[in-house]
């Protein structure tokens, strides 16, 4: 089926579309036992009422939205500025839009999709696992970029991605604290129910410690709370506070962002500990600020604009039809510098 219409759900309740549009605008003039059927048809269907193109001549879409989960990061501030670069070379307008980290991005593109009649989504950040039948109501052409692409998503055929290995380049930053003399290292991750790019660095975390064969310590991973602003600073300070009140023994805090690693040194020094002396500290990402902050940040650097470039340009690739969907991964490349030492 293509797009929903208010029609198709009138015909499908076998009433009239006024009635299902009183129903919409909840209005007091409709049987409620009516209005129940409309609505859990609406439901079932994904069909979200398209407000902004009522009365409206229906117009060539020429806005790509690029949802952005976790807008905190500045990390995604470099991708998003060359991702809105690569969409005005092509005489698109960009809509950009944050999506809270309670928030199912899928749905939030849905009502986009109708209020602002997009020619295609980038999603920014999110879950790499989401319902088929619910992505296929998209109708529209779209790229997951920097959400982690695990290789049982390689075959899917409906989307395409653009990632790092993240379980494999964080197993690189973990197996080399390893092999420059650390065994007790802490990891600042995502929750447990995780199923995005935190769920693919944790498990490269425990791989590089069970093939060196050192035991994973629970005490030792220290997951973010749903009430921390997520890869933040603040997060990464308050989780490493925990950590060293612990008093369980460690010698190095791997972050799965910079961002929550640039907090982990501000708690290490608010404690009157000293980096890399007293522990080391490495994250991942790559941001600027982690080059020019004291001590300069050891880190897993992505390679930003290729990725945002090829981002746009697999969108437009599909959306013109020169091209199908693909699954890109890229290199990072493991960057040592002041925080982290051998020992």
Not at 91 to 116: G, I, P, R, S
Request: glycine letters at 6%; proline letters at 4%; a negative charge.
């Amino acid at each position: 089926m293509g797009e929903m219409t208010i029609k198709d759900i009138a015909k499908m309740c076998g009433v009239g579309i006024s009635t299902v549009s009183r129903a919409i605008n909840n209005h007091p003039d409709i049987n409620p036992e009516t209005k129940e059927m409309i609505n859990a048809t609406i439901k079932e269907y994904g069909y979200i009422p398209n407000n902004s193109a009522r009365n409206l001549k229906r117009t060539e879409a020429k806005s790509i939205a690029v949802l952005v989960k976790g807008i905190s990061n500045i990390f995604f501030s470099s991708m998003i500025k060359v991702m809105e670069e690569e969409i005005k070379k092509r005489k698109y307008t960009m809509v950009l839009h944050h999506v809270e980290f309670n928030e199912d991005e899928v749905d939030v593109a849905l009502q986009l999709v109708k209020e602002k009649r997009l020619a295609g989504i980038i999603f920014l950040g999110g879950y790499f696992h989401h319902s088929e039948d619910k992505l296929k109501k998209l109708h529209v052409p779209f790229v997951l970029s920097t959400i982690g692409c695990p290789p049982e998503n390689f075959s899917k055929k409906g989307y395409s991605s653009i990632s790092v290995d993240d379980e494999q380049e964080s197993y690189n930053m973990v197996n080399w604290l390893i092999q420059n003399g650390h065994k007790n290292i802490a990891i600042l991750c995502a929750s447990p129910d995780d199923e995005s790019i935190g769920k693919l660095r944790l498990e490269g975390y425990k791989k590089a410690l069970l093939e060196n064969k050192i035991e994973v310590n629970l005490e030792l991973i220290m997951p973010m709370r749903p009430d921390m602003e997520q890869y933040s600073l603040q997060s990464g300070y308050d989780l490493t506070t925990q950590l060293l009140e612990k008093n369980t023994e460690f010698t190095a805090v791997y972050a799965i962002s910079d961002m929550m690693a640039i907090g982990a040194c501000k708690a290490i020094f608010d404690k009157g500990k000293k980096i890399p002396e007293d522990y080391s500290v490495a994250g991942f990402d790559g941001t600027e600020m982690g080059a020019f902050y004291h001590p300069s940040l050891t880190t897993v650097r992505q390679p930003v604009e290729d990725m945002a470039k090829a981002t746009a340009q697999l969108l437009f690739e599909v959306l013109s039809e020169k091209s199908v969907h693909k699954h890109r991964i890229f290199p990072a490349e493991l960057v040592i510098r002041e925080s982290a030492k051998k020992i």
